[in-house]
């Protein structure tokens, strides 16, 4: 079968480098006449405007006894319980004070941090 499909494709190449129209693209094909076309009308679309949909809220939700909590609320509290956030501020300090230590370590005076 692939071999059957690479010589009509090898056929079709040879044809079109030779200058052998094929009857699907040729313009003059006396046995099909095309048919007139029209310009194109345009017509405007009548579209309903989208209206937001807001999700619904679940039953956990609905039934809440206290305060819903914010977005802000829950980045402050992940700001502050965060571990990886915590050792990150310190090797920061500890980054500052070893900086602090050079500059000093050509001066008489010694850090006192």
């Not at 807001?54 to 039953?59: D, E, I, L, V």
């Not at 956990?60 to 990886?84: F, W, Y």
């Amino acid at each position: 079968m692939k071999a059957v499909l690479k010589l009509s494709l090898a056929v079709l190449v040879q044809a079109s480098l030779m200058g052998i129209p094929s009857n699907a693209q040729d313009p003059s094909m006396p046995s099909m006449p095309m048919p007139a076309q029209k310009p194109a009308e345009h017509q405007a679309m009548k579209m309903e405007i989208a209206k937001p949909a807001y999700p619904r809220m679940k039953r956990a939700q609905e039934s809440a006894h206290g305060d819903l909590v914010t977005l802000e609320q829950m980045e402050k509290l992940a700001e502050d319980k965060n571990p990886t956030l915590r050792q990150a501020e310190s090797e920061i300090r500890a980054s500052r004070s070893r900086q602090k230590q050079e500059v000093n370590k050509d001066s008489s005076f010694s850090n006192p941090l």
